[in-house]
T-cell receptor, first 115, second 114 residues
């Protein structure tokens, strides 16, 4: 079955420290990969995507993600976390038929950045 | 540029009733997708419309339906509401149907079924 796994329900980081939010996927072919962030009582906001090319993708607000095809992973990273980064983060992937309108989402990782 | 607008933002219904949610996409976006978000099941795809035609449908019962109008605005309807339908319903639009096109989400409609 096609799926996305975010193994950590919560990640706690001190402000100024680097952060990593993990994502692995199980979709055959060459799916497209996305990261979204959700703040309380808000919809999802797009952070970045991997389509093809360089495995390191840079996105909004200083976030980046590293695509690793052999490990089927797409981990989200930021060199220096801010308190304002605290939110719910979702990894998503297009299904095997690459229908981008029906993304498969992970369960989400709650990021908490403490001062 | 206005974002994706969903109405109403909050609503309370009772079991057995029906509900209609509305979504106005970003101007120029012709694809609209709907997702259900719950604490237990996470984000689940409901359906996608493009040019007034349903392109894809998720694994939801027939009580969930939708449509898209010629101006790309979309509505979804849930009939015979059940307690388990309580959720945040998110609408997202994108300019086309390529897998690489980014979904832009609205703030959602939070439905509570009593």
């Amino acid at each position: 079955a096609q799926s996305v796994a975010q193994p950590e329900d919560q990640v706690n980081v001190a402000e100024g420290n680097p952060l990593t939010v993990k994502c692995t996927y199980s979709v055959s072919g060459n799916p497209y990969l996305f990261w979204y962030v959700q703040y309380p009582n808000r919809g999802l906001q797009f952070l970045l995507k991997y389509i093809t090319g360089d495995n390191l993708v840079k996105g909004s607000y200083g976030f980046e993600a590293e695509f690793n095809k052999s490990q089927t992973s797409f981990h989200l990273k930021k060199p220096s976390a801010l308190v304002s980064d605290s939110a719910l983060y979702f990894c998503a992937v297009t299904p095997e038929d690459n229908q981008g309108g029906k993304l498969i989402f992970g369960q989400g990782t709650e990021l908490s950045v403490k001062p | 540029k206005a974002g994706v607008t969903q109405t109403p933002r909050y609503l309370i219904k009772t079991r057995g009733q029906q509900v209609t949610l509305s979504c106005s996409p970003i101007s120029g976006h012709r694809s609209v997708s709907w997702y259900q978000q719950t604490p237990g099941q996470g984000l689940q795809f409901l359906f996608e419309y493009f040019s007034e035609t349903q392109r894809n449908k998720g694994n939801f019962p027939g009580r969930f339906s939708g449509r898209q109008f010629s101006n790309s605005r979309s509505e979804m309807n849930v009939s015979t509401l059940e307690l388990g339908d309580s959720a945040l319903y998110l609408c997202a639009s994108r300019v086309g149907v390529s897998g690489a096109n980014v979904l832009t989400f609205g703030a959602g409609s939070r439905l509570t079924v009593l």
